[in-house]
């Protein structure tokens, strides 16, 4: 919402300052949520065992875990903005304003591991609901806190990054209110919030390679980014608009492969070997008949997905030739993901990392 916003409100500057800003700051929330993807498995097994004081030492370890990852996280980020965006290639009309976006929302890290950890927690226990509730009030006041700072008081790119991490505070302190009143197939106190070895070697056994994976992923896409960036400011805006529509449509196979993981997970630690591989069976096939929509919708329909996020027709024609090419991909990730959160669940995650 906030590329919507600035696209309207803001010029090709704004636009190509968010988009290569929200693109580094989505390759690290993808690197968090890939790691918390070890806690949601080991959890997800301890409740498929019957051990609910085990799944709460995991808890508890995670929890330490990405405080401590979430410090060393704002620090260097915060430091060295200027030098990632001069790595990313950012024209120089829009390079101030894009290390302050990325800054803005470094701010704002503690907060966007706060809310994977909990989403991890909610979708080892196999509850997916509230984690799809909390995602659903973080994108109201999003909408709103970007209407009211970049519309309202013309805040520009600042307005949009504090939109953010506003609308991921707010969602965190509701899940935190709500948690705190539903009942939990885990033991867990506030004694167990310190690391175990055991529970640590194995999260960090499987998030690590999912993460490792998912770094690796990103880091060709910046790359990508740099090179488009360096052709010029008119290719970096319609490239941000683009990747704002690619991050959505992921939101797909990436669904998919959570919910598989923690589906299989559960089946794995409960003995259900057969259940597990039905649950991926149907999640392939449920999440390839979606990606041939969104193929069609990508391919056919570009320029008027894009036209959402600015009027500046050039900007939309970079944006609209980059999701033809793309949008083939649509059905191959979907059939990929599910894959992914089969060999997850079973705590299998270095053959998807090789």
């Known amino acids: 919402m906030d590329l919507v916003v600035v696209g309207r409100f803001g010029d090709a500057t704004s636009i190509s300052a968010v988009g290569t800003g929200s693109a580094f700051m989505q390759m690290v929330t993808f690197i968090i949520t890939s790691l918390a993807m070890g806690a949601t498995v080991m959890i997800g097994q301890h ?14 370890t995670t929890i330490v875990l990405f405080a401590v990852l979430g410090i060393v996280l704002t620090v260097l980020l915060e430091v060295f903005a200027g030098n990632i965006v001069s790595l990313l290639q950012v024209p120089a009309e829009a390079f101030d304003k894009t290390v302050l976006y990325i800054r803005i929302c470094s701010a ?14 909610l979708r080892g226990v196999g509850n997916a609901n509230l984690p799809f509730l909390f995602v659903g009030v973080a994108c109201v006041v999003n909408i709103v806190g970007d209407l009211l700072c970049v519309g309202v008081f ?9 939109a953010t991490i506003t609308a991921q505070l707010v969602s965190v302190i509701i899940s935190i209110v709500v948690l705190r009143k539903q009942s939990m197939p ?3 106190s506030k004694e167990q919030c310190k690391v175990y070895p055991r529970e640590l070697k194995r999260i960090l056994n499987v998030g690590v390679p999912i993460a490792l994976q998912e770094t690796m992923v990103q880091i060709s896409f910046l790359v990508i980014n740099s090179i488009i960036n360096d052709m010029g400011l008119m290719p970096s805006a319609g490239y941000g608009v683009a990747q704002k529509l690619v991050s959505f449509i992921m939101l797909v196979p990436s669904s998919v492969m959570q919910s598989v993981s923690a589906f299989v997970a559960q089946n794995i630690g409960a003995g259900q070997k057969d259940r597990a591989m039905k649950g991926f069976r149907t999640a392939m096939i449920t999440g390839c008949a979606v990606g041939v929509v969104i193929f069609f919708a990508g391919f056919f329909g570009g320029a008027r997905m894009s036209s959402l996020f600015t009027s500046d027709a050039e ?40």
Request: glycine content about 12%; aromatic content about 8%; overall charge neutral.
């Open 47 to 60: 409740i498929g065992e019957r051990k609910p004081k085990v799944a709460g030492d995991a808890v508890g």
């Open 108 to 121: 704002g890290i503690l907060i966007i591991i706060a809310y994977n950890v909990i989403s991890g927690v």
């Open 315 to 354: 900007v939309i024609a970079q944006s609209a030739d980059y999701l033809r090419g793309f949008s083939a991909d649509c059905i191959l990730t979907c059939v990929l993901f599910s894959s992914i959160g089969y060999f997850n669940g079973c705590g299998k995650s270095i053959p998807v990392m090789v």
């Open 154 to 162: 013309h805040m520009d790119v600042a307005g949009a990054a504090l």
């Open 186 to 188: 885990i033991s867990f």
